[in-house]
Every structure is written in structure tokens, then in C-alpha cells.
């Protein structure tokens, strides 16, 4: 029985082209790593930096737009079924991992090679890898009962837990890539057994939870319902989109597992991105190399910010109801007055870090110049970007928003395109100043020729009809 459940589970949640291209990226994740020249294994001190890094950013994206797979056809027909809660817990955990915890796995089987140590530490390495696919999904599973400021405040802790290991400290889920495996497995493995213990509890009640969960949010969301009576069109627009931040996560292979919808105010949101920004200097500072180069701190600072504003600008599509706006404004102004508040938005989240590499600049920190104008010029033009490659790709529009409302498949990976885009430009940018002006230029233009093209953005008016947005 829990065979069938499972793949009925699977079936329903992951198309069979998608279920394909993780077998086939995660063979060949570990063929090109096999594959890699000995002479490339002399940059293993840049990829422990980098596997801890991004360790420790798949560990805070799970917990902060982590949830629970459930679909509309779940509450109606799977949960009135007579199964034991044991078969329908485990079921719906490995469903989970398939969407969460394996997208970590997929990543690293390319960069295994460059971990040192003995064949037995390595095989070691390679098991507490998996370990942490496992506790990732364990995360986003408990992370969906939590408010929004618990779940950033979890997110945020283990995002900074897991880069301790970078400022000398040998006790954490990352010590395993800095040669103290023994403690970081042993670390690893306590943190598993308490998490995954709570995950398959809350599984086995998901009903309850989900109801509970449900109603709660629909109540909050009640006392936080915006005014804007009196105000013009444009003002009305630019309130809402200053006024807070949506967090949603609907994307496969490394997000959310369903679509989430998160709102945080951006008077808020500004604490928590000043205090990131006064740690960033303080590492900038301590760490800076001594011959000049840029240091990790700004590399990682860069590639984090790069991958967070991208993933939650295409939120707009998903809960809008553009066709109220489309009765008193042409679909054109209205994109393009969405589009004015969201790059607003996106600079007052990047103030704090814009502000935080101004001061590293005048002390003289190698790359800050670089990673400045990656966030004032390239950055900013993520909304125009996103939402483009979203409205042509993967439009999703929440109808209920705890729920699945459509499985996962490859076309809705057209929406992280953009991550892709921006997280590459990061890393050019570390590399000289004229580069990070080039790609400056590129990104502006770029976004420039899609805003002021009508007919794109009738178009994409035209696909959300057609997908139902009506």
C-alpha cells in the first residue's frame, strides 16, 4: 500500500519530464565530477568557500518559503482515505524531498571532488551530504506552521550557523568541509534525528495542522488588509508595493514545494537587512586579503543578493488581479507603474548593503567598488527581467493558497532563468570594475527595451487569459 501511495504521490506532483531531468542531472552531476582534471582539484580551498556558502543559503531558502506539498485533491480524496498515518507521513516526506532536499544533492555531485581528506572521510562527507538533503526537507516542513517572523528568525539561524565554519568556528553542519568531520557529522546527524522526528509528527496530523495553519493565516491576513481610499491609480500602486514585500515561493528543483505566500512590511524588513549589512562590513574588514584581491565575504554577499531579488519578483503574477486594473488603465501603464514601485522596492532592500560597500570603499576593501555597482546598476533591473520571463514561461496564480495549484514540470524552471542570469553577472562582476560596469550597461538596456515594448506586454496580458487569470 505504501508503494502505490507513493506513486500516486509522485504522479501527482512532478511531471514525468521533470522526474527525467533530475535523474538525468544528478547522474550527471557525478560523472562530471569523476571527469574533473587533477590540476582543477588546486582550487579545493575556493569550493569549500563555496559549498559552505551555498550550504548555508539552500538551508535558509527551505526554511524561509518552505510548506508542505498538499493538493485541493488531497483535502477532498487522499485524507479521507482509511491509510495509517505512518504510510501517508513517510509518503508525503519523500514527495517532499523530491522537491526540496534533492535539489541540494543535484548541485554538489559536481564539486565532490575537490573535498580532501582519505577515501573514508570522503565516503563520510558524501552520506552527511545526503543528511543535509534530509534535514533541508525536514526544515521546510516544520518551517510551515511558523509565522513569518519565526520563520525568517529560523532561516536566518541557520543560514549564519552554517557559515560559522568560515570565521574558525569547528561546530557546525559545515565543519564536514573544513576537515572536522567527525564533529560536524556527529552535529549532523543529532540535528536529523530531532527535526525529522517533529517533521514526521506534524506529518502524520497534516490535516489538523492544515487546518489550523489555514485559518490562522486567513486571519492575519484580515488584520493586515491595506487602504487606499482617496488615492490615484499610480499611488495606489506604488502603496502596496512600498508598503511591504511578498515572499513567494513556487519553485521546483531548490524552493518552495508549494506555492507560499509570505508579506512582510518593508519598515520591517529593513532592520534585519541592516544588521546583515553591518556583519557583511565587519567580515569585509577582518577578512580583507592583504595583496588587495576581493574577499569571499563580498563574493558570497554578492551571489546571495543576486539569487534572493530575482526568485521573489515574479510574485506579482501570482496573486494579482490585473483584469480590475486593465478596466481603468491600459495593460502597458499599468505593468510599467507595477514595475516603477517594485524597482523602488527593490532599492530601499538594497540601501543598507549599497551603503555597507560605499563605507568598504573608502577603507579600502578589495571588490566593494564592484559589488556597489552590481547592486545600484544590475540588481534593480531584476523585476523588469523576472516578470518578463515569468509572464512569457510560468505564470502561476494562487487560487488557494496552501495548496498545489498545478504539479511541477519543466516549464516552470523558465522561471529560474533569471537566478541563472543574475548569478553569473555577480560573478563577473567580482572580476574588474569595468566588468561590473559592462554588465551594468547590459542589464539596464536589456530591461529598458523590455519595459518600453508594448507589445510584449500585451502579450503576456493576452497568456494570462488564456491560463485562466480571468
Not at 29 to 58: D, H, K, N, R
Not at 159 to 164: N, P, Q, S
Not at 381 to 389: H, K, N, Q, R
Request: proline share 3%.
Amino acid at each position: 500500500m505504501r508503494f502505490k501511495l507513493i506513486r500516486l504521490l509522485i504522479a501527482s506532483r512532478f511531471s514525468k519530464p521533470l522526474i527525467a531531468l533530475m535523474v538525468f542531472v544528478l547522474g550527471y552531476s557525478v560523472i562530471m565530477g569523476v571527469l574533473i582534471p587533477p590540476e582543477a582539484v588546486q582550487m579545493g580551498a575556493f569550493w569549500t568557500y563555496y559549498i559552505i556558502g551555498i550550504t548555508a543559503f539552500f538551508l535558509t531558502l527551505m526554511t524561509a518559503i518552505g510548506g508542505v506539498a498538499i493538493m485541493k485533491s488531497d483535502l477532498d480524496y487522499l485524507f479521507t482515505l482509511p491509510l495509517r498515518r505512518r504510510d501517508l507521513a513517510v509518503s508525503l516526506y519523500i514527495t517532499q524531498f523530491l522537491a526540496t532536499g534533492i535539489s541540494y544533492l543535484l548541485m554538489f555531485g559536481y564539486v565532490f571532488v575537490f573535498i580532501g581528506g582519505s577515501a573514508m572521510s570522503k565516503i563520510i562527507i558524501a552520506g552527511d551530504m545526503v543528511l543535509i538533503g534530509l534535514l533541508q526537507t525536514a526544515l521546510s516542513i516544520l518551517s510551515f506552521k511558523l509565522r513569518t517572523l519565526h520563520k525568517v528568525i529560523l532561516a536566518a539561524g541557520m543560514g549564519i550557523y552554517a557559515l560559522l565554519p568560515l570565521v574558525g568556528f569547528n561546530y557546525s553542519i559545515t565543519s564536514i568541509f573544513t576537515g572536522n568531520v567527525a564533529a560536524g557529522t556527529l552535529i549532523i546527524v543529532a540535528l536529523n534525528v530531532v527535526f525529522n522526528f517533529f517533521a514526521l509528527t506534524q506529518l502524520s496530523k497534516i490535516e489538523l495542522g492544515f487546518t489550523k495553519v489555514t485559518a490562522l493565516r486567513s486571519s492575519l491576513e484580515y488584520r493586515t488588509t491595506e487602504r487606499f481610499i482617496g488615492l490615484s491609480r499610480r499611488a495606489a500602486i506604488f502603496r502596496r508595493y512600498l508598503s511591504e514585500l511578498s515572499l513567494t515561493g513556487r519553485f521546483n528543483l531548490g524552493g518552495s514545494v508549494s506555492v507560499k505566500v509570505s508579506r512582510i512590511r518593508l519598515s520591517i524588513l529593513i532592520i534585519p537587512m541592516s544588521a546583515l549589512a553591518a556583519i557583511y562590513a565587519y567580515l569585509a574588514i577582518t577578512f580583507n586579503p592583504a595583496d588587495g584581491s576581493i574577499g569571499m565575504a563580498e563574493i558570497l554577499s554578492a551571489m546571495y543578493i543576486g539569487i534572493f531579488i530575482p526568485m521573489f519578483s515574479p510574485e506579482v503574477y501570482s496573486h494579482e488581479r490585473a483584469w480590475l486594473a486593465f478596466s481603468s488603465m491600459s495593460a502597458k501603464s499599468y505593468w510599467r507603474y507595477v514595475i516603477y514601485a517594485r524597482i523602488v522596492q527593490t532599492y530601499v532592500i538594497l540601501v543598507p548593503f549599497i551603503i555597507a560597500n560605499a563605507f568598504l570603499v573608502f577603507f579600502g576593501a578589495g571588490g566593494a567598488l564592484n559589488v556597489m555597482i552590481y547592486l545600484a546598476a544590475v540588481v534593480p533591473s531584476a523585476p523588469v527581467i523576472t516578470m518578463y520571463i515569468s509572464g512569457r514561461f510560468s505564470p502561476a496564480q494562487i487560487i488557494e493558497l496552501e495548496t498545489m495549484p498545478t504539479e511541477f514540470s519543466l516549464r516552470q524552471l523558465g522561471t529560474l532563468l533569471p537566478v541563472l542570469f543574475y548569478s553569473a553577472a555577480a560573478i563577473i562582476s567580482m572580476f574588474t570594475v569595468w566588468l561590473a560596469l559592462g554588465c551594468a550597461v547590459t542589464f539596464t538596456l536589456a530591461s529598458i527595451a523590455v519595459l518600453l515594448s508594448t507589445r510584449t506586454w500585451n502579450r503576456i496580458v493576452y497568456r494570462l487569459t488564456e491560463r485562466g487569470y480571468v
